[in-house]
């Protein structure tokens, strides 16, 4: 009998495959759901899972060649076992540092059984980091305008003082700051005493004609800070309005490291309306874990920009790449230097 398994999004298609791949009488043997390979899984996606089995048309097959040992199935039934015992050392390894399951399942395929039995931690962070690779934005420089969006005490403000103030320390680079938020209390002097401090230019802009007077003005880089209020307040609607009107625009929603799956759903759904193309993530020194919010960022296929952890002005910021957000997971330290470039 020859046993093949099937992975399709539902039965009929399931049974068609196995069909196609073992002939018209392939016998089911059984069906069940289980979780999709890769990041499918990882981010909850279910596929069915069907096994069946056939006789091997080997009637008129010319006789085969002596086998170089009777045992051969049975050592290669050892050795199968042996690398998939390994491989799940492996899953456990990662899901004991913090991985969900499915993410592990996927790291651990990308490795060699060479890997899975001696690789270090470093081996392990490597495989991890091309698996995230498709969530960091790889973004190499700034859009004329850079604008932070999002709910309050997300870390908007504190966000763009850091990348203003690494780009003045290490690079030299002048980025123009103008904050919109005057809803929150001190919002506006605390982003006015960061300008002050690294020698920025600063405006404030209350009404949508001044965010235009401010933008046109600006002969840098400009990096946006806006208010805490919902997408659909008027205020907030005709800001994005002026925005919506200017080219080389990049929009960044600022989420807390420790934001449940749920509520970062209902956040992203709010705030599409805005065209957010990049996802901020801060306060990793805050959370427990951020893997229930990194599934939940894959989901809205939105890329991520920046990883912040801590207060500390310039140094709690680096831009997400793929290393440092398997360290993010890891939580451990940035793996490359916490500069945006």
Not at 213 to 239: F, H, I, Q
């Amino acid at each position: 009998m020859h046993v093949k398994r099937v992975y399709r999004s539902t039965v009929r298609e399931a049974l068609l495959a196995a069909r196609e791949q073992l002939g018209p009488n392939a016998l089911v043997l059984s069906t069940e759901l289980v979780p999709a390979p890769g990041w499918r899984g990882w981010v909850g996606q279910r596929v069915v899972r069907l096994t069946a089995a056939a006789e091997r048309p080997n009637a008129d097959d010319p006789p085969a060649a002596p086998s170089v040992s009777a045992d051969w199935p049975a050592v290669t039934e050892r050795r199968q076992r042996r690398t998939s015992d390994t491989r799940a050392g492996v899953v456990a390894r990662l899901v004991s540092a913090g991985l969900d399951s499915g993410l592990a399942e996927a790291v651990a395929s990308r490795l060699r059984e060479t890997d899975c039995r001696g690789g270090s931690e470093q081996t392990l962070r490597r495989a991890l980091a091309a698996e995230l690779a498709a969530l960091s934005s790889n973004d190499a420089g700034y859009e004329r305008y850079e604008v932070f969006v999002g709910p309050p005490g997300m870390g908007k403000t504190t966000t763009i003082a850091k990348i203003a103030a690494q780009e003045r320390v290490g690079r030299g680079q002048t980025l123009n700051l103008v904050a919109t938020d005057t809803l929150r209390a001190g919002a506006i002097e605390q982003l006015r005493a960061y300008a002050e401090v690294i020698r920025l230019p600063f405006r404030v802009a209350r009404t949508a004609a001044e965010l235009d007077e401010a933008l046109g003005a600006a002969r840098n880089p400009v990096l946006v800070d806006t208010a805490g209020r919902s997408p659909s307040d008027k205020s907030v609607t005709d800001m994005f309005q002026v925005l919506d009107q200017k080219r080389s625009l990049r929009t960044h929603l600022v989420l807390a490291a420790d934001t449940s799956a749920a509520v970062a759903r209902r956040i992203i759904d709010r705030y599409a309306v805005i065209k957010p193309s990049r996802i901020v993530i801060t306060k990793l020194d805050e959370a427990e874990s951020v893997m229930p919010l990194l599934g939940a960022v894959r989901e809205s296929g939105l890329p991520i920009s920046y990883l912040a952890a801590g207060q500390v002005v310039p140094d709690d910021l680096a831009r997400a790449t793929p290393a440092n957000l398997a360290a993010a997971l890891l939580d451990e330290p940035a793996l490359e230097e916490r500069t945006c470039h």
